[in-house]
C-alpha cells in the first residue's frame, strides 16, 4: 500500500460507492425485480439476519419480516427509501433502518402481549403511524387474486392470529398454514413490485 497515495484517488472511489448506491437505490424504487431480489433478498441477508438475532431472543419468521420491512420501506412511492442522502453507504443505513424497525416491532409484540399499554411511544422518523399502516397493508392484500393466500395473511398478520387457531378454522394442518403463508408473503411482494398479472386469477 503506497501512504502517499493521491487523495483524489480516495474520493474517486467513493464516488464509485455513491454512483453504485444511486443505480441501487433508483432500480428499488422503479420496483426492478432483479435487482430488488439480488440486493435486498439476496446481498442483505446476512446484515438482516444479524440485526434479527441481536433483536429478537427467540426464533422469528425471517422471510416474513424482511418482506415486511421492504413494504416498510416502499410505502407511499418509497418514502421511506427516498430519504436516503448518500451520507453513508447504503448498507449502513439500511443497517440503522432495520434496526428501528425491528426494535418497534418487537416492542409492539410486546405491547400486543401485555394488558398494559405503553405511556410513550417511540419517536421514529422512519414509523409511520399505526392507522396508516394498516391502511397500507390492508389495500396490499386486496390486490393479491387468490382468496386464500389473503386470508392467510388476514388472520396471521392483520389480526395476529394463532397458527393453531387459523389451521382449525380453515380444515387443514398447521404444517399447511405455514406453507400458504410463505406463498402468501411471496404473492404479497409480487404485488408490492407491481407484478400482480404474475399470478393470475385461480
Not at 388472520?155 to 380453515?170: N, Q, S, Y
Amino acid at each position: 500500500m503506497n501512504p502517499t497515495a493521491d487523495p483524489k484517488q480516495k474520493r474517486s472511489y467513493k464516488e464509485e460507492d455513491i454512483e453504485k448506491d444511486r443505480l441501487i437505490i433508483e432500480a428499488l424504487i422503479r420496483r426492478d425485480e432483479q435487482v430488488t431480489q439480488q440486493f435486498f433478498f439476496t446481498d442483505c441477508k446476512p446484515l438482516f439476519l444479524s440485526v434479527i438475532n441481536k433483536t429478537f431472543n427467540y426464533p422469528v419468521d425471517y422471510d416474513e419480516f424482511v418482506s415486511e420491512l421492504y413494504l416498510h420501506l416502499m410505502e407511499d412511492d418509497a418514502r421511506r427509501l427516498r430519504t436516503f442522502s448518500f451520507k453513508s453507504s447504503l448498507f449502513g443505513w439500511l443497517k440503522m433502518v432495520a434496526t428501528n424497525y425491528f426494535r418497534d416491532k418487537r416492542d409492539r409484540l410486546i405491547e400486543n402481549r401485555s394488558t398494559t399499554p405503553l405511556m410513550e411511544k417511540r419517536e421514529n422518523s422512519y414509523e409511520m403511524t399505526r392507522e396508516e399502516a394498516h391502511d397500507d397493508l390492508q389495500a396490499l392484500l386486496d390486490a393479491i387474486p387468490h382468496k386464500r393466500y389473503r386470508d392467510i395473511l388476514q388472520r396471521l398478520i392483520v389480526e395476529g392470529a394463532d397458527p393453531e387457531d387459523v389451521a382449525e378454522e380453515m380444515g387443514i394442518t398447521i404444517a399447511n398454514v405455514y406453507n400458504i403463508k410463505k406463498r402468501a408473503m411471496t404473492a404479497l411482494l409480487r404485488v408490492a413490485l407491481g407484478d400482480i398479472k404474475y399470478y393470475g386469477k385461480k
